[in-house]
């Protein structure tokens, strides 16, 4: 069932492709985190959505290729991801705190609380996320203890308490390169010029140096939760560091401390630059949020009346959203996300998100716009969202 948009892409593709971002295709994370619980349906939108780059040419991060190796994993055990990463991960490595769903997590009995990190600089809890349908892209709760038993069977080569669960040079295979990728973006925060010369990915692992040695490292994030590994496999040190607060580079900053005191590094004050880091980011947002309402044209109002915007909208891999009229307010509903729509400018309107309410404030560093498409003949025919050209379908 698995189809990529791309004819030879499709024809190619292998778990290879997938477990080192060179599929061609970009996140699309809207697919799961707002359209669909369904793993299944998932992997099927995010194949018929757009490619961003041409097949194996670009490494571009996506999440849902690790939802359809969890997937994969699963029926070839006839089963689910949870079940066999309980059975062939867990189990052997005496992971016993540990879990795959979010129901598991938030109900156990020593749990933390998401929090986020609000660009008003306000500190408040979240709700957790409920994302079991992500599966192998990032559904594991675990504890300080079970984290370093994983880390010992990464370092051990594919041993735990003298047991061979893997073999050394497949595990290997997982730490080796496969994709070479440029650190720029949000990426330049996790490997600096100053320590990172090389950077490329293997299987599920970033693989770089780390000021001179060789490094298997990996981040992750969620609504309220961050998370960083650090291995120096060479030297059978590992870190692993977990917090309940988004955005953060806390995680990094430990992890980073923590080895430059173990390899015997000179002291690099990681706290400060990933407070310059995170500051740097929110000024980003504030200078672009200036810039936005800087270059709005006054005086404009929209072509048409607002009711004739109303209506449903379609795209192949996003499906529908619906553009409503309440009294004079234009609303659009897509899955479990709705917005208000304040006019921008002309035919461009700002999406303000609504709901979920408890997630709306997590939206806060993000601009969401609208922009209607209208025809030869006056009329509109479709609408630019979530960067997504949708057409409006026949009443």
């Given at each position: 069932?698995?189809?990529?948009?791309?004819?030879?892409?499709?024809r190619?593709?292998?778990?290879?492709?997938?477990?080192?971002?060179?599929?061609?295709?970009?996140?699309?994370?809207?697919?799961?985190?707002?359209?669909?619980?369904?793993?299944?349906?998932?992997?099927?939108?995010?194949?018929?959505?757009?490619?961003?780059?041409?097949?194996?040419?670009?490494?571009?991060?996506?999440?849902?290729?690790?939802?359809?190796?969890?997937?994969?994993?699963?029926?070839?055990?006839?089963?689910?991801?949870?079940?066999?990463?309980?059975?062939?991960?867990?189990?052997?490595?005496?992971?016993?705190?540990?879990?795959?769903?979010?129901?598991a997590?938030?109900?156990?009995?020593d749990?933390?609380?998401?929090?986020?990190?609000?660009?008003?600089?306000?500190?408040?809890?979240v709700?957790?996320?409920?994302?079991?349908?992500?599966?192998?892209?990032?559904?594991?709760?675990?504890?300080?203890t079970?984290?370093?038993?994983?880390?010992?069977?990464?370092?051990?080569g594919?041993?735990f308490?003298?047991?061979?669960?893997?073999?050394?040079?497949?595990?290997?295979?997982?730490?080796?390169?496969?994709?070479?990728?440029?650190?720029?973006?949000?990426?330049?925060l996790?490997?600096?010029?100053?320590?990172?010369?090389?950077?490329?990915?293997?299987?599920?692992?970033?693989?770089?140096?780390?000021?001179?040695?060789?490094?298997?490292?990996?981040?992750?994030?969620?609504?309220?939760?961050?998370?960083?590994?650090?291995?120096?496999?060479?030297?059978?040190?590992?870190?692993?560091?977990?917090?309940?607060?988004?955005?953060?580079?806390?995680?990094?900053?430990?992890?980073?401390?923590?080895?430059?005191?173990?390899?015997?590094?000179?002291?690099?004050?990681?706290?400060?630059?990933?407070?310059?880091?995170?500051?740097?980011?929110?000024?980003?947002?504030?200078?672009?949020?200036?810039?936005?309402?800087?270059?709005?044209?006054?005086?404009?109002?929209?072509?048409?009346?607002?009711?004739?915007?109303?209506?449903?909208?379609e795209?192949?891999?996003?499906?529908?959203?619906?553009?409503?009229?309440?009294?004079?307010?234009?609303?659009?509903?897509?899955?479990?996300?709705?917005?208000?729509?304040?006019?921008y400018?002309?035919?461009?309107?700002?999406?303000?998100?609504?709901?979920?309410?408890?997630?709306?404030?997590?939206?806060?560093?993000?601009?969401?716009?609208?922009?209607?498409?209208?025809s030869?003949?006056?009329?509109?025919?479709?609408?630019?969202?979530?960067?997504?050209?949708?057409?409006?379908?026949?009443?």
């Amino acid at each position: 069932s698995f189809r990529l948009s791309d004819e030879l892409a499709d024809r190619e593709v292998t778990l290879r492709d997938l477990l080192c971002h060179r599929t061609g295709m970009p996140r699309h994370d809207v697919l799961w985190s707002a359209l669909s619980e369904d793993p299944g349906e998932i992997i099927k939108r995010w194949g018929k959505a757009k490619a961003s780059t041409s097949f194996r040419s670009t490494w571009e991060y996506s999440n849902v290729p690790f939802t359809t190796a969890g997937l994969i994993a699963g029926r070839i055990e006839k089963s689910d991801w949870a079940t066999v990463t309980q059975k062939r991960i867990f189990d052997p490595l005496g992971m016993t705190a540990s879990s795959c769903t979010w129901k598991a997590g938030s109900s156990a009995k020593d749990h933390a609380t998401p929090h986020y990190f609000a660009f008003d600089k306000s500190v408040s809890p979240v709700k957790w996320d409920e994302i079991d349908h992500a599966g192998g892209a990032g559904c594991v709760n675990s504890t300080a203890t079970d984290l370093a038993n994983w880390l010992r069977f990464q370092l051990a080569g594919g041993k735990f308490d003298g047991k061979r669960l893997v073999p050394e040079r497949l595990l290997k295979e997982t730490h080796a390169p496969q994709m070479l990728f440029k650190p720029e973006g949000a990426f330049a925060l996790y490997f600096p010029k100053k320590v990172t010369r090389f950077s490329s990915y293997g299987l599920g692992w970033f693989a770089h140096d780390y000021r001179g040695f060789d490094c298997v490292s990996h981040g992750g994030t969620l609504t309220g939760f961050r998370a960083q590994c650090m291995m120096v496999p060479e030297k059978k040190l590992g870190v692993f560091v977990v917090c309940n607060l988004r955005p953060s580079l806390f995680p990094e900053a430990v992890a980073k401390s923590a080895l430059d005191q173990l390899l015997g590094l000179p002291a690099e004050d990681w706290v400060k630059e990933g407070k310059a880091s995170l500051e740097l980011l929110d000024f980003t947002t504030a200078v672009r949020l200036t810039k936005r309402k800087t270059d709005r044209k006054p005086d404009t109002k929209p072509s048409l009346q607002l009711k004739s915007y109303a209506g449903s909208y379609e795209e192949p891999a996003y499906g529908r959203a619906e553009v409503s009229l309440d009294g004079e307010q234009l609303k659009v509903k897509f899955g479990k996300l709705a917005f208000r729509l304040e006019h921008y400018h002309f035919d461009t309107f700002t999406a303000v998100p609504v709901e979920p309410a408890d997630e709306v404030r997590t939206f806060d560093r993000t601009t969401f716009d609208v922009l209607f498409r209208l025809s030869a003949a006056g009329e509109v025919e479709g609408m630019r969202f979530l960067e997504q050209d949708f057409t409006r379908t026949k009443k």
